[in-house]
Each structure stands twice: as structure tokens, then as C-alpha cells.
């Protein structure tokens, strides 16, 4: 059994991503294996918000190169949560702003 703390790994905050606040959209990195059911589920325990889709995305490894060594960065899943018109906002973003 995942924690809601295992599947949500951290928000994502970039230009891009406060972009869309506006439509109550919000971004989260999460853990490789998660589903986007339990992906909902984690968001609704941990900030009390209603979801209404998840979307994700995988990005896989970029090759690096640090002088003579290569190597390659590890792979994300990004969760875009969209939550309900009758929801609360989340906190944590709306600091940013």
C-alpha cells in the first residue's frame, strides 16, 4: 500500500505551470509507478481539495555530458491536477503568485 506522500514527490514551479492556476490547474512531479487514480486519491488526502482529472506525463532521461563523462539524467512523471470549479484553491501555489 502507497502513502499519499510516496506518490506526490513536489509541485512544480515554473512560468509554464502558474499559468495555468487560472483554470485551477496545478502540477506535481510524482513517483514513476503511480496511476492517475491514485494520483487523485493522494491530492484529495493531502490538501483537502476536489479533483476533477488528472492528466500525466512521462519525460524520460536527457544525456548529459560533464567533460569527458556522460551520463544520463533520471526519468520524471508529471501529474497536471485539475480541480473542480466548487473546490478550494491550494495553498501552497497561491503564495507564489
Known amino acids: 500500500m502507497k502513502f499519499a506522500h510516496d506518490v506526490i514527490r513536489k509541485p512544480v514551479i515554473t512560468e509554464r505551470s502558474m499559468s495555468g492556476l487560472a483554470e485551477n490547474k496545478y502540477v ?24 476533477a482529472k488528472v492528466n500525466t506525463i512521462k519525460l524520460p532521461g536527457k544525456w548529459k555530458r560533464m567533460g569527458v563523462y556522460t551520463g ?10 485539475t480541480l473542480t470549479d466548487d473546490s ?5 501555489f497561491e503564495n507564489m503568485m
Open 88 to 92: 478550494k484553491k491550494i495553498e501552497i
Open 28 to 51: 506535481f512531479e510524482v513517483a514513476p509507478g503511480a496511476g492517475k487514480i491514485e494520483i487523485k486519491k493522494a491530492i484529495e488526502e493531502i490538501f483537502g481539495v476536489k479533483v
Open 72 to 81: 544520463k539524467t533520471a526519468a520524471k512523471k508529471k501529474a497536471i491536477v
